[in-house]
T-cell receptor, first 108, second 114 residues
Framework: RKEVEQDPGPFNVPEGATVAFNCTYS??????FFWYRQDCRKEPKLLMS???SGNEDGRFTAQLNRASQYISLLIRDSKLSDSATYLC?????????FGQGTELSVKP | DADVTQTPRNRITKTGKRIMLECSQT?????MYWYRQDPGLGLRLIYY???????NKGEISDGYSVSRQAQAKFSLSLESAIPNQTALYFC?????????????FGEGSRLTVL
């Protein structure tokens, strides 16, 4: 079992839809949590950090549940430009462990 | 200019050849990492280094070695390349002092082993 696991993709949604991605991690010593976005075959870039209190950045909301070892990302009012692969990442002892990534395709 | 530069960006080689992928950064970060990416498997950590004298194995270090020649440079070597090392390789850096754990990636090196 991978240390960080994500929902399998791809997610195909219409513009304007709300889509949620989930991620679980197995190591309770994990210290901090992130969502990265990766456009096709380009380098991943930080989308947002994830805090226990939950955090929001425009249409994006991230949640962390330490008790259940679970991270989520909610995208509201999806845009065509949101099409990408979304990777969750867990910081354990100074190194980031990534999930497999979930591909999102937003259609007109 | 990119803050994290990888060379070469693309390389095709043959089984058994020695290959070196180089990474340099101008961000002044302490920590550097090498990941490989394969379809459906996400990013997997090969090696990482927290400073010039520090080298650590990641989850898939077999068949690879690294050298941290200076704070700004971290190279990945495949001593005898094999076809299942065909992948997209990313170098990344992070800043310990910021404490956020955010990684800054290079643009990737696509390696094909025939």
């Amino acid at each position: 079992r991978k240390e960080v696991e994500q929902d399998p993709g791809p997610f195909n949604v219409p513009e304007g839809a709300t889509v949620a991605f989930n991620c679980t991690y197995s190591n309770s010593a994990s210290q901090s949590f992130f969502w990265y976005r990766q456009d096709c075959r380009k380098e991943p870039k930080l989308l947002m950090s994830v805090y226990s209190s939950g955090n929001e950045d425009g249409r994006f909301t991230a949640q962390l549940n330490r008790a259940s070892q679970y991270i989520s990302l909610l995208i509201r009012d999806s845009k065509l430009s949101d099409s990408a692969t979304y990777l969750c990442a867990v910081n354990r002892e100074g190194k980031l462990i990534f999930g497999q990534g979930t591909e999102l395709s937003v259609k007109p | 200019d990119a803050d994290v530069t990888q060379t070469p960006r693309n390389r095709i080689t043959k089984t058994g050849k020695r290959i070196m992928l180089e990474c340099s950064q101008t961000k002044g970060h302490d920590r550097m990492y090498w990941y490989r990416q394969d379809p459906g498997l996400g990013l997997r950590l090969i090696y990482y280094s927290f400073d010039v004298k520090d080298i650590n194995k990641g989850e898939i270090s077999d068949g690879y070695s690294v050298s941290r020649q200076a704070q700004a440079k971290f190279s990945l070597s495949l001593e005898s390349a094999i076809p299942n090392q065909t992948a997209l390789y990313f170098c990344a850096t992070s800043d310990l002092s910021r404490g956020t754990g955010e990684l800054f990636f290079g643009e990737g090196s696509r390696l094909t082993v025939l």
